[in-house]
């Protein structure tokens, strides 16, 4: 089991950047995939991006691809969103969350097999 702690979150003006850290504690974090998720009011948890338990492969939703990076450090036991050219739309709750999969080697990554969820950190990101 791992457990997760977000941070990095704040308000900024469109354009701008920000870069989120998710802390993991646990002995599975460097063979669990990990992803990004967020939530805006009264909107569903949508997918935003997710990184291979060993870092070489990386998904992102449409809506942020060349412009947020997710990376991680095993060393540090570590995640990060480099999240550059910050849109209004991009306001949400940012969380993240493990593969319940230990050395998953395959390319489906559906949100239900995600857990350890964090408390999430709030972005905001004005016009």
């Known amino acids: 089991q791992v457990q997760l702690v977000e941070s990095g979150g704040g308000l900024r003006q469109a354009g701008g950047s920000l870069r989120l850290s998710c802390a993991a504690s646990?002995?599975?974090?460097?063979?669990?995939?990990m992803g990004w998720f967020r939530q805006a009011p009264g909107k569903e948890r949508e997918f935003v991006a997710i990184?291979?338990?060993?870092?070489?492969?990386?998904y992102y939703s449409d809506s942020v691809k060349d412009r947020f990076t997710i990376s991680r450090d095993n060393a540090k036991n570590t995640v990060y969103l480099q999240m550059n050219n910050l849109k209004p739309e991009d306001t949400a709750v940012y969380y993240c969350?493990?593969?319940?999969?230990?050395?998953?080697?395959?390319?489906?990554?559906?949100?239900?097999?995600?857990?350890?969820w964090g408390q999430g950190t709030q972005v905001t990101v004005s016009s």
């Open positions: 969350a493990a593969d319940k999969r230990d050395r998953y080697s395959g390319t489906y990554y559906p949100t239900e097999n995600f857990g350890s």
């Open positions: 646990g002995r599975t974090f460097s063979s669990s995939a």
């Open positions: 990184i291979s338990w060993g870092g070489g492969r990386t």
